[in-house]
């Protein structure tokens, strides 16, 4: 895993920043060794992986005919910012309003990395 970033910040100003967004969200700051990176969850049948820096991804398991099931990856705009510990974990994003999700959305996550201590 990297160490802690936020995207588009630069270092002098993330731990501000970072701040900020955590109280935007009434969450607290976790301490630099608690900070989430990726955590995937499901919802609406889809497994998501939000993964601070990138596009929000989709996998969804379908059932073809007799063959079987295949895998569609699905896409989705919005570019994770943050994730914050505490359930439901808090996901910070932005998208231009495109996105399925809001600018912050709350899920349960089944699968939580950290950032590199």
């Known amino acids: 895993m990297p160490a802690f970033f936020l995207p588009h910040c630069p270092p002098e100003s993330q731990e501000a920043r970072y701040a ?17 990176y990726s955590i995937s969850f499901e919802h609406n049948g889809i497994v998501w992986t939000a993964t601070v820096g990138e596009h929000l991804r989709g996998r969804k398991s379908v059932k073809v005919g007799d ?6 990856n699905i896409g989705d705009p919005a570019l994770i910012l943050a994730i914050f510990p505490r359930v439901p974990f808090c996901v910070v994003t932005y998208s231009n309003g495109k996105s399925h999700f809001g600018p912050i959305f709350y899920v349960t996550p089944r ?3 950290l950032f590199s201590a």
Not at 20 to 36: F, K, Q, Y
């Open 20 to 36: 900020h967004i955590a109280e935007s969200c009434h969450r607290e700051v976790p301490l630099i060794g608690r900070r989430i």
């Open 67 to 72: 063959k079987g099931t295949v895998e569609w």
């Open 111 to 113: 699968g939580v990395e």
